[in-house]
Each structure stands twice: as C-alpha cells, then as structure tokens.
C-alpha cells in the first residue's frame, strides 16, 4: 500500500466508529490499542487501514472503508447531510454510521417517504446519479383526481412539464382509479419534484408520495419510515455492476 493510503491511527479509530477523534486518543492513552500484537502508544502512528491487525479492549477491529444503508425515509425529514433549520436525514443514523460520513443518493421531498440509499461510496453515488445512466426509480402515490388510461398512454410518451422539459417516457401503472386514485410510477430521470410535476401536466395532484424501489434495489418493506439497514452483499454487489 502506498505511503499516502496510511492514516492516522486516532483517525482509522474514530472512522471505525470507536467515537471521536479525541476519545479515540484517550484509549491509545491508556494502552486499549494494539496494532499488530504491539501497544500502540502514539495516536499519530501510521497504519495501513485493512492490512494492520488493530484491537482495542482485546477485541479486533474489523476496518472497512465504505457503508451502504437503505433508510426508510420518513416525511418531514430533508434529504441533506447537515442543515441549520431542520432535521436531515443523517441525524436519524446511529453515530457508528455518522462516522462514516454517509450521504443521500439523489433527494426525496421533505413530504415523501421510502427508499433512499445512503452511502460515502462517492464513486457508486456518482455512477448511480449520473443521468446517462437512466436508472430506474419506482414510485407509489396517491393521486386526487381520477387517473386514466389516457394518462398512462401520455405518460409512456413523455410529458411536458411546467418548464417546457419533455419527460423520457415513464411506466405508469393503475391500481385504483377514483376520485383519489393509487398508482405506481417508474421513471428514469430525477428532475425537480418530477413525479408531482408530471401529474400536475395532466392536471392532477400527488397526495401522498413513497418511492418503494431504485435500480436493483426494493425498499425493505420490515423498515418503518425512519428505520434502516446495511445493505445485503448482493444488494451491493447489484448495484455495483448497474453502475459500471
Ligand atoms: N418526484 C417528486 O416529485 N418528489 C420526490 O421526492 C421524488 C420524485
């Protein structure tokens, strides 16, 4: 491993979630920290994270760089890592996973609920974002208005949104068609509140917004709005080949 990829031991500590900086300096102060089956006594050493066998408290750490988490985002809550006003979704993780410093893959509403993937893996985040990539995002709303076989039909040819943008086609799919109706909506770009403005175009209002899947992955349907999870080797392994 190249010189540049050593850390910090207090630094690979606090990152492995064992607190803060400062407290992760306070346990090679008072002898916690082995690194290869050696006291380690200065938090300034350099150690090769994933090569150098580190344990504290006589339990090994195990080190690994990225974290993958799919939260059930609940309304109310702003799909932003830090914000002076009001709560994002970062704060709803436990301070093991903040210190990782994971951040959201795309936004969702303050108002809407479901899947959001959180990760510090910039490269996937990036891969999965990009517009080329035309990945495919699934959503469940309500609608006020009866939803029709015309709008499934002008869905699949793209509409024109308030800004003169015409949509890549999108699937629609009606599941109750009434004076508020329920559907489900994929489409493959991620405009500015785009699934609320498409049924603005056809002159009828999302109520309710939850986006239920994203690429290979499908919200876990156990997790409560707020609650998360890693995700699964699989779910990883899924989205690192749709993003190659
Ligand atoms: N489309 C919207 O209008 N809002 C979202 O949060 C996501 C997609």
């Known amino acids: 491993m190249a010189e540049k990829e050593r850390q910090r031991l207090d630094k690979v500590l606090a990152h492995m979630g064992l607190g803060t900086r400062k407290e992760a300096k306070k346990l090679i102060k008072e002898r916690k920290v082995e690194v290869n089956g050696e006291l380690a006594q200065d938090p300034g050493l350099h150690v090769r994270p994933g090569q150098d066998r580190i344990v504290v408290n006589g339990e090994p750490v195990e080190y690994r760089q990225f974290v993958y988490l799919m939260l059930n985002k609940p309304q109310g809550v702003l799909s932003a890592t830090g914000d002076e006003s009001g709560q994002v979704v970062v704060d709803l993780l436990s301070p093991n996973y903040q210190s990782f410093h994971p951040f959201p893959v795309g936004r969702l509403d303050k108002d809407t609920e479901g899947l959001l993937l959180l990760t510090n893996d910039g490269h996937l985040a990036h891969r999965l974002l990009s517009p080329k990539k035309h990945v495919p995002k699934t959503y469940y709303a309500t609608v006020s208005g009866t939803v029709t076989q015309e709008d499934v039909e002008m869905f699949r040819q793209g509409v024109i949104l308030d800004d003169g943008?015409?949509?890549?086609?999108?699937?629609?799919?009606?599941l109750r068609s009434g004076p508020e109706s329920e559907v489900e909506l994929t489409i493959y770009e991620g405009k500015y509140h785009q699934v609320k403005r498409m049924f603005q175009a056809v002159g009828k209002k999302v109520t309710y917004l939850k986006r239920i899947a994203m690429g290979p992955l499908t919200l876990d349907n156990t997790l409560k709005p707020g609650e998360y999870?890693?995700?699964?080797?699989e779910e990883i392994t899924s989205l690192r080949s749709l993003s190659q």
């Open 229 to 233: 999870r890693e995700l699964t080797e």
């Open 165 to 174: 943008y015409r949509t890549l086609p999108g699937c629609l799919k009606i």
